[in-house]
Structure formats: structure tokens, C-alpha cells
């Protein structure tokens, strides 16, 4: 069935805001959605790939490099490059890599041959789910039941940019530049504070109990349900407005600047706060220039 479309979505605005700046900035760090079964969570990450630009990759890249951005391309794109060796390239929709519970670290960041590069002196990477993700979205599905050691590669490659994979004393790195977002029910378990700590943006995801809204969301569903073409096209005019609200924010946001007065208003909150290390004035510095950018603004204020 064809995507439910994001702008259809009702209520849960802070969800749908935080995946927006998110996809205007993968560098702000992610965003956890925490919430019950049933209160829109894969929805929403699904219906926002549909929204978001176009992206341009290497052919036949397994690493999704993209040809115009020698800096973060793996080492036979970064190659060619270098030599002057066109590289061709294809523009398509940006794709959700799904994490399943059960994968595994080799599954997530990928295999040396080992046997190859002893013999032949090549480095052969059997690529991860993580050069899938790489200019795309890596999902993650109730991550609090991975284990601690594959959310630290997949937050390691979200902080870095990169996927360094290391055995027998041999080293490949590939680009991993991708939306990292997260979602877990708090009912089946937490995440342990150290892993919490590393994700930007926390949203929780209340269940609505308005007698309105809750109609409205029935009434959408078995529109959409009934007749799919003819709902997204009903939305396609909300749709497009926001694809380039997203794709000017993108380009605005190098440009919008912090006053300083601002930098000592965040020191001081998280200093009040108590807060550990300087991670979350980095964040919420980074989501207010996000935010700047998503309203047309050239410099943060306090609002």
C-alpha cells in the first residue's frame, strides 16, 4: 500500500517536528520516539522519507558515495576522484534502512575477507547495514532490546560520520551519514542512561484521548484505507509545501548565525541543570540554528 502521507498525520507536532530538523540536519544527532504500540511512531519515520529530497550516489557504489563530496567518500571513490576519473552517478528517492532486533555486529557495520587482504593485499569489505544508511535513513525499531555493544557502533558511526571496521590489525573506513532515529516502547525496557545520553532529541508520544482528534483519525484511516491515490493526493499540495520548506531550510542553514548572548543563556541553563559533559548545550545549540533555518530566520532568538 502506497505511504500514508506525513502531513496527514494528526497532532503529535513535537514528534513530527523533531524528525523534520532532523532531516534538515542529520548532525543535530538523532531522535529517540519513545511511546505505546499503536501511536504512530513507524508511521511518521516511513511517511518521512517520502518527503524529503532527492539524493545523488556513485553507481555501483556499495557505500552510496556521494560524487560531489570528495571528503566523504570511500577510498576507490575518493580514487577516481583524485585521478579525475568521472564518476557516474544516479539521483534516487532516499531509502529507510530498517535494523532488524536479531542482526548481528558483522550484519551492522560489516566483514573484512580477511583471507583476501592476507593474500591479494586488498582490503575487502563485505558492507553492513550501515553503508546501506549512508545519505539515508537508518531506522531503528524498538532499540532499547539491542544489545549495548551494536547501539554503540550505530551511535559511534551516527556521531563520527563514519564506519571504521577492525580486524587482524586491518582498518576500512567508509562514509555513514545518515538520519539516525530510534523508537522503543518504555514498557518492554530502557535504554541505559549512557546510551540515552548520545541520542539528540527525546520526544515521548502521548496517547491522544481529545474525542475530536480521535474521531479525525478514524475518519483519515478509513479514508485512506478505502481509496489510497485519491487521499495522497488530497495532501499532495501540504506535502510539497513542506518538501520545500525542507529543502530551504537546508540551504539557509550555514547561513544563520548565534549571538553570543544566546551561547551564555544555554551555558547557564545546563550548568543549573547539573548536565553531564557538554554534549546537550551542543545540541540544543545545533536544534535552535535547525529550527532558525526551518522558520526563515537568519539568527536564533530566544524564542
Not at 505511504?3 to 534538515?24: H, R
Not at 553503508?131 to 531506522?139: F, G, P, S, T, V
Not at 544489545?147 to 586491518?170: F, K, M, Q, T, Y
Request: net charge negative; charged share 30%; hydrophobic share 40%.
Amino acid at each position: 500500500m502506497p505511504t500514508y502521507p506525513f502531513t496527514a498525520i494528526v497532532d503529535q507536532d513535537n514528534m513530527k517536528l523533531a524528525l523534520l530538523l532532523n532531516a534538515i540536519n542529520p548532525r543535530i544527532g538523532g531522535v529517540l520516539i519513545r511511546g505505546a504500540k499503536g501511536t504512530g511512531k513507524s508511521t511518521a519515520v516511513r511517511a518521512l522519507a517520502e518527503l524529503l529530497p532527492e539524493i545523488e550516489v556513485v553507481k555501483g557504489c556499495p557505500f552510496n558515495c556521494n560524487p560531489k563530496d570528495p571528503t566523504n567518500m570511500c577510498e576507490v571513490c575518493r580514487g577516481k576522484y583524485e585521478r579525475g576519473e568521472p564518476l557516474e552517478y544516479e539521483r534516487r528517492k532516499m531509502r529507510i534502512v530498517t535494523l532488524p532486533i536479531g542482526a548481528t555486529e558483522d550484519r551492522v557495520v560489516g566483514t573484512l575477507d580477511i583471507t583476501r587482504a592476507i593474500k591479494e593485499g586488498v582490503k575487502a569489505l563485505e558492507p553492513g547495514l550501515l553503508a546501506e544508511a549512508n545519505q539515508n535513513i537508518l531506522y531503528v525499531d524498538e532499540i532499547n532490546l539491542l544489545p549495548d555493544h551494536i547501539v554503540d557502533d550505530i551511535l559511534d558511526a551516527a556521531a563520527s560520520g563514519w564506519n571504521v571496521v577492525e580486524r587482524e590489525g586491518i582498518s576500512v573506513a567508509h562514509p555513514a551519514r545518515f538520519i539516525l532515529i530510534g523508537t522503543m516502547n518504555p514498557e518492554e525496557g530502557e535504554l541505559r542512561p549512557q546510551l540515552l545520553d548520545r541520542l539528540a532529541l527525546h520526544v515521548q508520544v502521548e496517547n491522544i484521548y481529545d474525542k475530536d482528534l480521535r474521531i479525525e483519525i478514524m475518519r483519515r484511516n478509513l479514508e485512506y484505507e478505502e481509496n489510497p491515490e485519491a487521499f495522497r493526493k488530497k495532501f499532495e499540495p501540504q506535502q510539497e509545501e513542506l518538501r520545500m520548506r525542507i529543502i530551504n531550510a537546508r540551504n539557509l542553514l550555514p547561513k544563520v548565525k548565534v549571538p553570543d548572548k544566546l551561547l551564555e543563556v544555554v551555558s547557564r541553563l545546563c550548568i543549573k541543570l547539573r548536565v553531564d559533559g557538554h554534549r546537550p548545550d551542543i545540541t540544543i545549540i545545533k536544534t535552535a540554528k535547525t529550527l532558525a533555518a526551518f522558520e526563515g530566520i537568519l539568527e536564533v532568538n530566544l524564542n
